[in-house]
T-cell receptor
Framework: EDQVTQSPEALRLQEGESSSLNCSYT??????LFWYRQDPGKGPEFLFT???AGEEKEKERLKATLTKKESFLHITAPKPEDSATYLCAVQAGGGATNKLIFGTGTLLAVQP | EAQVTQNPRYLITVTGKKLTVTCSQNMNHEYMSWYRQDPGLGLRQIYY???????DKGDVPEGYKVSRKEKRNFPLILESPSPNQTSLYFC???????????FGDGTRLSIL
């Protein structure tokens, strides 16, 4: 069964304290792995797409990496405004399915 | 501005009273989806559509209906809502498979 697991569930960091969030997946035929940020009361906001093992993407203090079994979202020198829930989603399988499988997210709190 | 618009944003109603949540996108996207988000369960796909008049079930379709008569609109229909459908609902659209989804800001439904 296709599955996406994120860890930790919650993470509290001090401003400037770098860390990583994990997204591990077991799917039949990865067609894309997506990272989103979700603020309270809002819909998920797209951050990155990764398609193949070894791929990396960067945006400001965030860097996403992908292996054959997991993805990491590295946060370098975070600021309080980086506080949010970070979601990972995987599109799997062949054909024209629009099915996405989401993890349950990591709630990040960055304290000043 | 490119966006996905859901209405209403909040709704409190009673068991058995039919309701419709509207979703509209202005990006000419082919694919649209509905999700529900519950604590500890993450985002789960209810239904998705790959084009006008083409829809398919996601992971949790029971108790829901959808239609796609126009490309821009994808309403979610609860014919006889029940309390276990109390949740936060998101509509999303994407241009093609493998590209990121754009989410609306959500509809919080409470079924009493």
């Amino acid at each position: 069964e296709d599955q996406v697991t994120q860890s930790p569930e919650a993470l509290r960091l001090q401003e400037g304290e770098s860390s990583s969030l994990n997204c591990s997946y077991t799917v039949s035929g990865l067609r894309g792995l997506f990272w989103y940020r979700q603020d309270p009361g809002k819909g998920p906001e797209f951050l990155f797409t990764l398609y193949s093992a070894g791929e990396e993407k960067e945006k400001e203090r965030l860097k996403a990496t992908l292996t054959k079994k997991e993805s990491f979202l590295h946060i370098t020198a975070p600021k309080p405004e980086d506080s949010a829930t970070y979601l990972c989603a995987v599109q799997a399988g062949g054909g024209a399915t629009n099915k996405l499988i989401f993890g349950t997210g990591t709630l990040l709190a960055v304290q000043p | 501005e490119a966006q996905v618009t859901q209405n209403p944003r909040y709704l409190i109603t009673v068991t058995g009273k039919k309701l419709t949540v509207t979703c509209s996108q202005n990006m000419n996207h082919e694919y649209m989806s509905w999700y529900r988000q519950d604590p500890g369960l993450g985002l789960r796909q209810i239904y998705y559509s790959m084009n006008v008049e083409v829809t398919d079930k996601g992971d949790v379709p029971e108790g829901y209906k959808v239609s796609r008569k126009e490309k821009r609109n994808f309403p979610l229909i609860l014919e006889s809502p029940s309390p276990n459908q109390t949740s936060l609902y998101f509509c999303a659209s994407r241009a093609v498979l493998g590209t990121p989804q754009h989410f609306g800001d959500g509809t919080r439904l409470s079924i009493l």
